[in-house]
C-alpha cells in the first residue's frame, strides 16, 4: 500500500476544455485522472442519441481526447477513471480500442455497467420499490409511460474491482461524480470500507475536484485575484493515507487555488453540509480545517463521516411536453419602455393560452428579476418563451415573432429564423434500495471483447438509517448589534458566495470575510430575508444551514428554477448567476467590523 497519491482533474462537464487532459499529463507527476462529464439532464440527450442510433448514447468528445494521450498515459504509467460512457460504456469502451488499434497503441480497458435500469423499471415498479419523487414526493404512477431515462448513481464498490483488474482506463456509466476520485484512494491507500472519516476525505476531495477549473479559479467571486486565465490550471488532489490532502495545480499555469476558491467550492450545489449523502459515506463538512501551506496550495483535513444509507439515488428524466423561445432585439430612446410594449403587443395578437409563458428583458433584469438596480439600457434583447403539451400551440408561437418587426415600434433587429419545438425532458430524482443493484465489471481484450467479467453487489453490509434535518436555526443576538453604528454596503464588500442547482432548487453558499462578519450574518442574514430578497423568484420554502468552520451560511431556495432543467423558460434555468444577485444587494453592517475586510 502506498502513503499517498495525487489525483488531477480532467474536466467538470461536458463540454469542458477538451486540452485539459493533455496538459494535466504533460504539466507534472499525477498518479491517475479522473474526469466527470455527466449531469442528470445529459443521461436523457445520449438517450435520445441511443434512441436514434442503438450504437451511441456516451459522450463522443471523450473518445478523441483519450485516444489523443493514450501513448502518453501509458509511458507516464497513469490511470484514469471517468463516466464519459454515459449510457452505452461498452460501445464507448469499443470505439477507443478500435481508433487506438489504427495506432498501434495497446490500453486495458474495463468497463463498468448496471447502472442503467431503463429496461427493468416494470421489474422494480411497484412491487418492490415505487420511485417516488424524493423532492416532491409526487407518485410515480403519472409519469411512467413517458420515462425515457433511469440510471442509478452507482459508488465505489464496482470501481475498485475495475482497478484490481489493472486497466489503464475505467469507463463508467453513471457513478456519483465524487466516487471517480474516491476509488483510487480507497484501492490504493488500503482504507476499509468502514473507515467513514477517511471515505468522507475522499468525498470531501472528489466534490473540491469533480467541477475542474471551479476550484481553482473559475466562478470566484474574487476573480480579480486571478493573475492569469491563460493556460488555466486545473485542480489535483495529493491524498495522504490519514485522510488529510492537500489541493494544488501544476506549477506555471492560470488560476488561483486558494483557502477562499476552495471555501467557495466547498458550498457549491450543497444540501445539508452535515449530511452530505453518497452511495458510499454520509460525509459531515462542519468540521473541514483549511489551511493555505503555500501560494495555490491548500491543506484539508479533519473530515467526519458516517454511514451509507440503504438506498441509491436515481436519476430519470421523461417527456413533459413541448418549449420554444424566440429573441428580437430593441434598441433606441426608451428602450424599456418600448421593450414593454413589444411585450404587450406580442401576447395580445398571439392571443393562446400555455400552460406556461415567460419574457425576459437581456440587459436588464432576465437573470436577477427584481433584484436589479433601475437602469435605462441601451439595448435590451427581448426574450419570449412558452411551454406546453399541445404542439400546434408551440407553433403558433413560432410564427408570431416574425411580424413584430414590421408592424410595431421602430429599432428593432432580428436575431435569427422560426423558434423550433423542443421536446421537454423533465428530471426526476428518487432512491432504490441497494439490495436491487447488482453491477457488473467487464474486462475488455484489445479487440473490444469481453475476457473477464465479475458481478458485484451494491450493499457493503455496514449501512444505517438516515434522517434528514430541515435546517438550523441560531440562538437570537439582537442585543449584541442593536447599539452598533452601521453602514449599508453591498453583501459582496463582506461575504463571497456560489450558487448551483439541484432540479428546481438552488442553493447559495454565503462565506463571510472574517469571523466577525460570520457572528453578525449569522444572526441578521436569515431565511427570510433570503426569502424576501428572491421574492419574485423563489416560490417555495428557503431553509438555511450553518458551517462555523468554513464561517459560512448555505441558503436552499425551493421551487425556483420554473421546474428545473430543461423544463425551466428561464435564462439562467440552473441558478449559477443567483450568487451574484445576492452578492450585489445592500445590507446593514457594524462600522467596526468592516475594518477587517
Same mark, same amino acid.
Given at each position: ?14 463540454? =469542458? ?13 499525477? =498518479? ?71 495506432? #498501434? ?21 411497484? !412491487? ?35 482497478? @484490481?483488474? #489493472? ?5 463508467? #456509466? ?32 472528489? /466534490? ?26 486545473y485542480p489535483i488532489v495529493e491524498m495522504n493515507k490519514d485522510g488529510s490532502f492537500e489541493v494544488y495545480k501544476h506549477a506555471n499555469t492560470g488560476g488561483l487555488i486558494s483557502c477562499d476558491t476552495i471555501r467557495e467550492q466547498l458550498v457549491y450545489e450543497m444540501g445539508d453540509p452535515k449530511h452530505y449523502i453518497s452511495p458510499d459515506v454520509v460525509a459531515d463538512f462542519s468540521q473541514l480545517e483549511l489551511t493555505e501551506v503555500a501560494p495555490n496550495r491548500v491543506l484539508v483535513k479533519n ?6 444509507? /440503504? ?17 428580437? &432585439? ?37 437573470? /436577477? ?9 441601451? @439595448? ?7 411551454? =406546453?403539451? !399541445? ?50 465489471? /467487464? ?36 442585543? @449584541? ?10 453583501? +459582496?464588500?463582506?461575504?463571497?458566495? +456560489?450558487? #448551483? ?27 427570510? &430575508? ?68
Amino acid at each position: 500500500m502506498k502513503d499517498k497519491i495525487r489525483i488531477a482533474n480532467a474536466g467538470g462537464f461536458w463540454g =469542458d476544455d477538451l486540452g485539459v487532459l493533455r496538459r494535466q499529463l504533460e504539466g507534472g507527476e499525477v =498518479d491517475y485522472i479522473s474526469s466527470d462529464f455527466l449531469a442528470e439532464v445529459t443521461m436523457s440527450i445520449l438517450r435520445k442519441q441511443q434512441l436514434k442510433n442503438e450504437a451511441m448514447g456516451y459522450v463522443g468528445d471523450f473518445v478523441d481526447q483519450i485516444v489523443d494521450v493514450a501513448a502518453l498515459m501509458k509511458e507516464k504509467k497513469v490511470r484514469m477513471l471517468t463516466n464519459a460512457g454515459g449510457i452505452n460504456p461498452l460501445a464507448c469502451a469499443r470505439k477507443i480500442l478500435s481508433e487506438l488499434n489504427k495506432k #498501434g497503441i495497446d490500453l486495458k480497458i474495463t468497463v463498468v455497467v448496471g447502472d442503467n435500469i431503463i429496461e427493468r423499471i416494470d421489474e422494480f415498479y411497484p !412491487d418492490k420499490t415505487m420511485f417516488t419523487d424524493m423532492e416532491t414526493g409526487d407518485d410515480f404512477a403519472r409519469i411512467k409511460e413517458n420515462i425515457q431515462s433511469a440510471n442509478v448513481y452507482l459508488g465505489v464498490p464496482p470501481l475498485l474491482k475495475a482497478l @484490481e483488474s #489493472g486497466a489503464d482506463l475505467i469507463l463508467a #456509466g453513471r457513478v456519483t461524480d465524487t466516487s471517480i476520485t474516491m476509488a483510487p484512494f480507497i484501492y490504493e491507500l488500503g482504507w476499509d470500507l468502514g473507515d467513514w472519516n477517511k471515505l468522507a476525505a475522499g468525498l470531501v476531495a472528489g /466534490h473540491i475536484i469533480e467541477c475542474g477549473a471551479q476550484a481553482s479559479g473559475g466562478n470566484f467571486t474574487d476573480w480579480q485575484k486571478v493573475k492569469s486565465w491563460n493556460n488555466m490550471g486545473y485542480p489535483i488532489v495529493e491524498m495522504n493515507k490519514d485522510g488529510s490532502f492537500e489541493v494544488y495545480k501544476h506549477a506555471n499555469t492560470g488560476g488561483l487555488i486558494s483557502c477562499d476558491t476552495i471555501r467557495e467550492q466547498l458550498v457549491y450545489e450543497m444540501g445539508d453540509p452535515k449530511h452530505y449523502i453518497s452511495p458510499d459515506v454520509v460525509a459531515d463538512f462542519s468540521q473541514l480545517e483549511l489551511t493555505e501551506v503555500a501560494p495555490n496550495r491548500v491543506l484539508v483535513k479533519n473530515a467526519k463521516g458516517h454511514p451509507s444509507t /440503504h438506498f441509491l439515488k436515481v436519476s430519470m428524466a421523461y417527456e413533459d411536453g413541448y418549449k420554444a423561445v424566440s429573441s428580437i &432585439v430593441i434598441s433606441g430612446g426608451r428602450v424599456l419602455n418600448k421593450a414593454r410594449e413589444f411585450e404587450k403587443i406580442f401576447w395580445e395578437r398571439l392571443n393562446t393560452d400555455y400552460k406556461k409563458t415567460n419574457t425576459e428583458y437581456i440587459g436588464y433584469n432576465a437573470c /436577477h428579476q427584481d433584484l436589479v438596480e433601475d437602469i435605462d439600457p441601451n @439595448e435590451i434583447l427581448l426574450r419570449f418563451s412558452v411551454y =406546453d403539451d !399541445d404542439l400546434e400551440k408551440i407553433k403558433a408561437f413560432s410564427t408570431s415573432i416574425a411580424p413584430l418587426i414590421l408592424s410595431g415600434p421602430p429599432g428593432v433587429a432580428v436575431t435569427g429564423g422560426r423558434a423550433r419545438s423542443q421536446q421537454v425532458i423533465t428530471y426526476w430524482p428518487t432512491l432504490i434500495p441497494k439490495s436491487l443493484i447488482q453491477t457488473t465489471v /467487464h474486462v475488455l481484450d484489445s479487440a473490444g471483447e469481453i475476457k473477464e467479467t465479475y458481478d458485484i453487489d451494491s450493499i457493503l453490509g455496514n449501512e444505517s438509517d438516515f434522517t434528514p434535518v430541515n435546517g438550523e436555526i441560531s440562538s437570537e443576538k439582537e442585543d @449584541e448589534f442593536s447599539q452598533m453604528e452601521m453602514i449599508v454596503v453591498p453583501l +459582496r464588500d463582506v461575504c463571497m458566495a +456560489r450558487s #448551483g442547482d439541484k432540479g428546481d432548487t438552488f442553493n447559495i453558499g454565503v462565506l463571510a470575510r472574517s469571523e466577525k462578519i460570520y457572528s453578525y450574518l449569522k444572526v441578521k442574514l436569515t431565511s427570510d &430575508v433570503v426569502k424576501s430578497m428572491f421574492a419574485g423568484i423563489c416560490k417555495g420554502k428557503v431553509k438555511r444551514y450553518e458551517l462555523d468552520n468554513l464561517l459560512a451560511l448555505n441558503f436552499l431556495l425551493e421551487e425556483s428554477l420554473d421546474g428545473g432543467g430543461t423544463k425551466s423558460l428561464m435564462i439562467d434555468a440552473q441558478g449559477k448567476t443567483m450568487a451574484s444577485a445576492l452578492l450585489n444587494q445592500t445590507f446593514p453592517i457594524p462600522k467596526s467590523y468592516l475594518q477587517d475586510v
